[in-house]
């Protein structure tokens, strides 16, 4: 039995949303935190009433659930700190991006339980795509929780560990593409003459509101499409334009150059 459910390691952008999510899910004081910058940790701590670890093994020691959340570079140091510690009924969760289960199991036994996650940065409001991936240990109640977790961020989905450089490349990278898209179109309007402010306001709400349209009403892209370009009309013409300037062949090579990057990456670690 150990003291805590969930031990958060790394309290920054994403580590701090998960905290949030987690206290509403299970309580404050089911969890504990460890960050190495301890004006963050305590503030974090105040803020969400959690206790604190005094380091990384301590948190071990405490913790059912082990979620790692530091960054890629350094997260060889928390594994090297903590991996001789681990125990086969706890599971660790790492969210860092590139870091595949065989690089984890250079630390933690490959007979233990881990998970690799990758989301997005609009986890930070609650509407994340997110991707688990587990090893054969992970049992069905404890990928339950896990799958809990994230789903208080946003949408998640599972999947085996290969499909996770696609992923990068399409949901994790994503939101960079959609902020250049709506940048692009909020141009096209300043360009036609709106003031900034609103034409950024229109092109947001455009791609936010498409987005939830397709998804509410579980449609298909090409039929919502077809719906709202009326024959010889503005839509259609912008379209073929788009079309011509193979905006759709774009969109598909810089998802396949994400994802062969972040295979590179991979097997550099
Ligand atoms: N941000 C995103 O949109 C996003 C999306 C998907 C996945 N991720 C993944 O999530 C992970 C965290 O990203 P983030 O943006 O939240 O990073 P972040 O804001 O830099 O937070 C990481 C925290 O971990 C602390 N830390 C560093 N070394 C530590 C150690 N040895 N032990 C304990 N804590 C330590 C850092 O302290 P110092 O600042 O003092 O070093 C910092 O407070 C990354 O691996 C990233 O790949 C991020």
Known sequence: MYEKKLGIIGIGKIGSTLLKAAVKLIGADKITTYDINTEVLNSTSKIYKVDTSANNMELVEKSKYILIAVLPQVIDDVLGEIGKLIKKDQIIISIAAGVSISHINRFISEE??????????????????????????????????????????????????????????????????????????????????????????????????????????????????????????????????????????????????????????????
Do not use: C, W
């Open 112 to 269: 233990y339980q881990i998970v690799r996650v990758m989301s997005n940065v609009a986890a930070l409001i609650g509407e994340a795509a997110t991707a688990i991936s587990k090893n054969r240990h992970v049992n069905q109640e404890n990928l339950k929780f896990i799958l809990n977790l994230f789903k208080s961020v946003g949408l998640v989905v599972e999947l085996d560990e290969r499909h996770l450089d696609a992923v990068t490349g399409l949901s994790g990278s994503g939101p960079a593409y959609i902020f250049l898209i709506i940048e692009a179109l909020a141009d096209g309007g300043v360009k036609m003459g709106l003031p900034r402010e609103v034409a950024l306001k229109l092109s947001a709400q455009t791609v936010l509101g498409s987005a939830k349209l397709l998804l509410e009403t579980n449609s298909h892209p090409a039929a919502l499409k077809d719906k709202v370009a009326s024959p010889g009309g503005t839509t259609i013409t912008a379209l073929h334009l788009l079309e011509s300037d193979k905006l759709r062949a774009s969109l598909i090579t810089a998802v396949e150059a994400a994802t062969k990057k972040s295979r590179a990456l991979n097997t550099q670690k």
